[in-house]
C-alpha cells in the first residue's frame, strides 16, 4: 500500500469553528490532492498541490484552504466550518506522468468530517 | 465543464450474470480511469486506460475505452459476490494527468447468490 496517511480519522466539530486536516506522504510524490465524497456526487475536488507552497483551485474551493510546506505534507482548513461540509475527505497523491501499467494515483484512507 | 456520467448508478444482479457499466465523458481525453470501492472503504485503482482502443482485463473485470465515442465500459463477467462495491469513473481534469480527477457519481453493485 501506498504510503498515505490522513488525520484525524473522525471529527465531529461544531459550526463556525476551524478544522484543519492533515494528510502526510511517504511516497516523495509531487502532487497532492483534496477530494471530498458526499452521496450522489461522486468525488469532488477542493485543492491541489503540484509541489511546495504551490496550490491551485478545484471545483468546490469555497470556504478552504490549504497549505503545503513539506512535500509530504498537505493541510485543508475549514475557516469555519458549516453543516454543509459534513463529508468524507479523501486525500490522494499521483505523479503527472503516468507510466502504463501504474496507478495514477493512490488515495488516503479519508477522514469522516462531522458539523454540528 | 468537464462532466463524467456513469449508467446505471445502481444495479443489482446474480451471481453469474454479465454486465456492463457505462461512462460517458464530455471532453476530449485519452486518459480514463476505474477505481473500486468498498462500504466504509478508500479508493482502490482498477484500471489506467491511456488511448484510444485500450483493453484491460483483470479477472472477471475488463476495461475499454474509445475515445472518439467519449465512452468507456467496465464488463463484469459471471459476476461472483465478491465483486460487490462502488464503482467509479474518472477523466483528468486537463488531459495531462496533473490538475486532478473528474469522477461519475459511481454505480452502486450489488451481486446476489
Known amino acids: 500500500d501506498a504510503g498515505i496517511t490522513q488525520s484525524p480519522r473522525h471529527k465531529v466539530t461544531e459550526t463556525g469553528t476551524p478544522v484543519t486536516l492533515r494528510c502526510h506522504q511517504t511516497e516523495n510524490h509531487r502532487y497532492m490532492y483534496w477530494y471530498r465524497q458526499d452521496p450522489g456526487h461522486g468525488l469532488r475536488l477542493i485543492h491541489y498541490?503540484?509541489?511546495?507552497?504551490?496550490?491551485d483551485k478545484g471545483e468546490v474551493s469555497d470556504g478552504y484552504s490549504v497549505s503545503r510546506s513539506k512535500t509530504e505534507d498537505f493541510l485543508l482548513t475549514l475557516e469555519s466550518a458549516t453543516s454543509s461540509q459534513t463529508s468524507v475527505y479523501f486525500c490522494a497523491i499521483s505523479e503527472p506522468e503516468v507510466v502504463p501499467g501504474i496507478s495514477p494515483g493512490y488515495f488516503g484512507p479519508g477522514t469522516r468530517l462531522t458539523v454540528t | 465543464e468537464l462532466k463524467v456520467e456513469q449508467n446505471p448508478l445502481f444495479l443489482s444482479m446474480q451471481e453469474g450474470k454479465n454486465y456492463t457499466i457505462y461512462c460517458n465523458y464530455s471532453t476530449t481525453s485519452d486518459r480514463l480511469y476505474w477505481y473500486r470501492q468498498d462500504p466504509g472503504k478508500s479508493l482502490e485503482s482498477l484500471f489506467v486506460l491511456l488511448s484510444n482502443g485500450a483493453v484491460k482485463q483483470e479477472g472477471r473485470l475488463m476495461a475499454s475505452l474509445d475515445t472518439k465515442a467519449r465512452l468507456s465500459t467496465l464488463h463484469i463477467t459471471a459476476a461472483v459476490h465478491d465483486l460487490s462495491a462502488t464503482y467509479f469513473c474518472?477523466?483528468?481534469?486537463?488531459?495531462?494527468?496533473?490538475?486532478?480527477?473528474?469522477f461519475g457519481k459511481g454505480t452502486h453493485l450489488i451481486i446476489q447468490p
Open positions: 498541490s503540484y509541489g511546495v507552497k504551490d496550490t
Open positions: 474518472a477523466v483528468d481534469i486537463d488531459g495531462g494527468g496533473a490538475d486532478g480527477l473528474t
